[in-house]
Nanobody, 115 residues
Framework: VQLVESGGGLVQPGGSLRLSCAAS????????MSWYRQAPGKERELVAT????????NYADSVKGRFTISRDNAKNTVYLQMNSLKPEDTAVYYC?????????WGQGTQVTVSS
């Protein structure tokens, strides 16, 4: 099983980034996919989830209206479009695949929002 995040980087406040998480070696379409983030000195927190069966989405209150999670099952990839970024969005962002007791994580990608 492999999850590889990409798309992180340095962006100014108010800017945008799109994160990608490419999955391999498991049946991606049957897994719920989530993005988490962890800022220095803080616990890892759930940012957004997209459900495998319905495609429905859920977001943390702190990112509602600014972030959008989506998936492309043909490409085995989940995305996180991040707009109107704020300094407090600075963190390492991780993708997670979950189905019943199966639970996989990527290695993370750094997002830094700073002027």
């Amino acid at each position: 099983v492999q999850l590889v995040e990409s798309g992180g980087g340095l962006v100014q406040p108010g800017g945008s980034l799109r994160l990608s998480c490419a999955a391999s070696r498991f049946t991606f379409s049957t897994y719920d996919m989530s993005w988490y983030r962890q800022a220095p000195g803080k616990e890892r927190e759930l940012v957004a989830t997209i459900i495998s069966t319905s495609g429905s989405t859920n977001y943390a209150d702190s990112v509602k209206g600014r972030f959008t999670i989506s998936r492309d099952n043909a490409k085995n990839t989940v995305y996180l479009q991040m707009n109107s970024l704020k300094p407090e969005d600075t963190a390492v962002y991780y993708c997670r695949a979950q189905r019943y007791l199966n639970n996989y994580w990527g290695q993370g990608t750094q997002v830094t929002v700073s002027s």
